[in-house]
C-alpha cells in the first residue's frame, strides 16, 4: 500500500470518505475504527503536522491543506512550492510515534536524528524527485524511533 499512496494523503482521503459516505453500504471493522475516532476528534490537531504554506497561501504558520497530486509538482518550475508540498515529514515521525506508543512530545528529543535517516534514506537526484523523498520518509519505522530514544 506504501508505494500506491502517501501517508498524508490516506489521512486526507479518510476525512473526504466520511463526508462522502454518513453511513457505510457495507460496513467494515476499518470504517467503523474510522468512524468511532473522528466521533472524539475534529482533526484541529493535525493542523500543526501541515506545512507552512507560506508559498501557496501567504500563511506564516502550519496548515493541514489537501494538495493536489504529487504528480502535478514534476511540472513545476520553482522549488520553494515543490517544498511546501514536499513538507510532510513530520507526520510520518506522528505516525510512528503513535505507532510505538509514545507521547507526542517525546519526538522534539529525537526528531533531528530520525530526519537526518529519512534524508540519507532518500537520495533525491533533483527538485522533481519526490519519490525518492517519499521512499525517505517511509523508511523511518517505529524501531528506528525506539532506537534513536535510547541513543
Known sequence: MWDAITLP??????GRYLER???DAWPSATASALRQIS????GARLLWLGAIPYRSSGCSHPH???LPPYEEYEHRFFPAENAERWAELK???????DQAGGEPGALSGVAETLAAKAFRSAQVADFHDW???LTGYA???SSDL???WQK
Open 39 to 42: 466521533l472524539h476528534n475534529d
Open 64 to 66: 493541514w491543506l489537501a
Open 139 to 141: 523508511s523511518l519505522t
Open 91 to 97: 507526520i510520518y515521525l506522528a505516525f510512528q510515534m
Open 9 to 14: 494523503d490516506l489521512f486526507a482521503l479518510g
Open 146 to 148: 525506539k532506537r534513536a
Open 21 to 23: 459516505f454518513p453511513s
Open 131 to 133: 519519490r525518492s523523498l
